[in-house]
């Protein structure tokens, strides 16, 4: 069995269970090799966040009852593509990362400089 790892090289811990996330929808955001869109970002989404993602074309806020997704809300946890969560760095919206649940491929994508400067255990809720 592989041990993953989060970003700070500690054992990687769950997201969210409600709403049920990550790749392999057991909560945690492990990256696995089928797993290219890179699901390993634990976030608190927000309303801001979740207006830019629809945007740009994820619409994470609608329900899709038929896929079992339920729609998100501010103050979810959710695992999130790396690319994404860079881009909505770049462009000023990221969410919230919760370090100790955030795979480290994710380093692969972003530098643990950003993702400490958006770490909910920052004093961030």
Not at 46 to 53: D, G, I, K, P, Y
Request: with cysteine.
């Amino acid at each position: 069995m592989t041990i993953h790892k989060n970003v700070l090289g500690a054992p990687l811990e769950m997201c969210s269970i409600e709403p049920m996330t990550g790749f392999t929808r057991e909560g945690t955001c492990r990256v696995t090799a089928d797993d290219i869109g890179v699901h390993g970002v634990c976030v608190q989404v927000t309303e801001e966040f979740l207006a830019f993602s629809k945007a740009r074309g994820n619409d994470l806020s609608t329900p899709a009852p038929l896929s079992g997704f339920p729609g998100l809300q501010p103050g979810d946890r959710w695992c999130l593509c790396a690319s994404r969560w860079r881009e909505a760095l770049e462009y000023g919206v990221a969410p919230l990362v919760n370090l100790a649940a955030t795979h480290e491929a994710t380093l692969d994508f972003v530098s643990l400089e950003d993702l400490l400067a958006y770490s909910i255990d920052n004093g961030h809720s």
